[in-house]
C-alpha cells in the first residue's frame, strides 16, 4: 500500500520539476525539458500530458508554457508540502510502536 504511495510522490515530484523547469525556459519542447531535466522524452510527454489536462501547461507552436494556474500553484507549494509532511509525521507517531510485537 505505501509502495503506489510513493510512486505516486515521486511522479507528483516530477511533474512539479516539469512545471518549475517550463517556467524558467518558456515556451519550451520536449526534447529540450527531457535534456535540462536528464530524463525519457517519454516521461516529459507524459508529464505535460497530465499537466496540461489539469491546467497547469498548455501547449503553443513554440512549445509548452505555463498557465497563471502553474504560478499560482508554485507560489503556494511550500505550505502543501508542509501539510502533507505534517499529516505524515501524525501517522508515524501514532502508528510508531503499535506494530512492533506482530
Not at 501539510?83 to 512492533?100: D, E, H, P, W
Request: net charge negative; proline share 3%.
Amino acid at each position: 500500500m505505501l509502495q503506489k504511495l510513493l510512486h505516486e510522490v515521486e511522479l507528483v515530484g516530477r511533474h512539479l520539476e516539469v512545471i518549475q523547469v517550463v517556467l524558467e525556459n518558456q515556451p519550451i519542447g520536449i526534447l529540450k525539458l527531457s535534456e535540462i531535466m536528464n530524463i525519457p522524452s517519454h516521461r516529459v510527454r507524459y508529464s505535460l500530458k497530465v499537466l496540461e489536462q489539469l491546467g497547469y501547461i498548455k501547449a503553443s507552436p513554440s512549445g509548452a508554457v505555463a498557465t497563471e494556474k502553474a504560478s499560482e500553484m508554485v507560489s503556494n507549494m511550500d505550505e502543501e508540502i508542509d501539510a502533507l509532511i505534517t499529516i505524515l509525521v501524525s501517522i508515524k507517531n501514532r502508528n510508531s510502536g503499535q506494530f512492533q510485537n506482530i
